[in-house]
């Protein structure tokens, strides 16, 4: 079997993948299972042919009450029962980018697993990070004492064992390993189901807890502090440029700190014959009476553009806040890229900074959107000469490796 990683040619690597998404979108849209529900899907074909149903079943397994031990979905639990779920036992980012690049080791299974230290569980700043970061208590701008303390949102990104396992074999949770990756001229492929999530969280009351799916994070102080899920990213490797779904809790449009909807919603599955953002969620898929029945499907993306060339937008108000007009999540991730210059490893800009795409607003940035462009990875694409960039998959993850 040809390695994952493997010298391909780009050109011919993108035809055969135009030509499978033509192949699926001609396949017959068959229902899917919804059986057995705590199962995770893995097909191809619904996940081109129906993808906001797709979405709803990855939702529904990943968010299924986990057997910790095992890492996997409890089969006797209730749905809904308010408890870790199964993308909570994945591994946190964090625990795989480790410090120096050192191996994290094999995927564990058959304890109980330790709790994941704030500070490699979420994306934080550190005072020295950005040292002069500020934020406002009581209505008077203040340093940053704790990163983790004084947040309003929490983020995290886990990953599946596929992913895990894929990264740890070809080293690229250590920056040498990605360098050596570009420099054999190596093709990133991860495998067919390899799986990443990007949560949200924010402190909540106790009262509102019938309307989130919580944590209980504990602070560096010793006191502890209830979070509840305000979105959550759901990426599979289903197709070549992977399955991308987007949730958010129905409350985030009205929170004071946020800045509504800023694109509509699209879920023709919980909206069949109705507007597709009719903002409600589906039913006869087990939400009833849950805290899911509180979550949306923001929308799905499998394409760049639609059929028309138009390109395809697809935001979060909470994981993309302050770009959502520009937000695509398949263009976004295509940046996701390694170069060299001199003996130092560059990455392409996260965000849109050139004369075309440029916002000089601080707080309004401007995401990618549309086809990705060839001279992207180019060897002026860092802004100097160098070798080109090396996509790595649409996993912006690899970046944080050391």
Not at 99 to 108: E, I, L, S
Not at 287 to 305: A, C, D, M, S
Request: overall charge positive.
């Amino acid at each position: 079997m040809k390695s994952a990683i493997a010298r391909n040619n780009p050109c011919a690597l993108m035809s055969a993948m135009l030509v499978l998404l033509a192949t699926l979108a001609m396949q017959p849209a068959n229902a899917l299972d919804w059986r057995d529900r705590s199962t995770e899907p893995q097909d191809a074909a619904a996940a081109a042919t129906r993808s906001d149903e797709y979405a709803w079943r990855l939702f529904v397994a990943l968010n299924w009450p986990a057997d910790l031990r095992l890492r996997a979905p409890d089969r006797l639990a209730r749905f809904g029962a308010e408890r870790p779920v199964v993308w909570e036992t994945w591994q946190s980012v964090g625990d795989v980018y480790m410090k120096h690049g050192v191996d994290p080791g094999p995927w564990v299974i058959g304890s109980r697993p330790q709790l994941i230290p704030p500070e490699r569980r979420f994306e934080v700043f550190s005072p020295k990070d950005l040292p002069n970061a500020r934020h406002i208590v009581g209505g008077v701008m203040v340093p940053f004492q704790d990163s983790i303390a004084s947040a309003r949102r929490l983020t995290e990104i886990r990953m599946n064992r596929s992913a895990f396992d894929f990264i740890r074999a070809h080293q690229l949770y250590r920056l040498q390993g990605q360098i050596r990756t570009l420099k054999d001229g190596a093709v990133v492929s991860f495998p067919f189901g390899a799986k990443e999530v990007k949560a949200k969280w924010r402190p909540i009351r106790q009262s509102e807890s019938t309307r989130y799916h919580t944590t209980v994070v504990t602070l560096p102080d010793g006191t502890k502090r209830l979070f509840g899920l305000t979105a959550l990213h759901i990426v599979s490797k289903d197709l070549p440029n992977w399955f991308w779904a987007t949730f958010e809790h129905v409350d985030n449009p009205s929170l004071a700190d946020g800045e509504g909807w800023q694109l509509p919603s699209r879920d023709s599955f919980a909206c069949h014959n109705e507007a597709a953002d009719c903002n409600r969620p589906p039913t006869g898929i087990g939400l009833e009476g849950t805290v899911w029945q509180y979550y949306r499907l923001r929308g799905t993306q499998i394409r760049y553009t639609n059929s028309a060339g138009q390109p395809q937008l697809l935001a979060n108000s909470e994981l993309e806040a302050g770009m959502q007009p520009t937000a695509s999540c398949m263009t976004c991730h295509s940046r996701a890229a390694i170069g060299v210059a001199g003996h130092e490893a560059i990455r392409l800009a996260i965000f849109a900074t050139g004369d075309d795409d440029a916002s000089t607003d601080a707080v309004r940035r401007r995401g990618f959107f549309g086809e990705p462009r060839a001279q992207w990875f180019g060897p002026d694409a860092g802004g100097q000469k160098g070798p080109r960039y090396r996509q790595l998959d649409f996993v912006w993850s690899m970046l944080k490796a050391q």
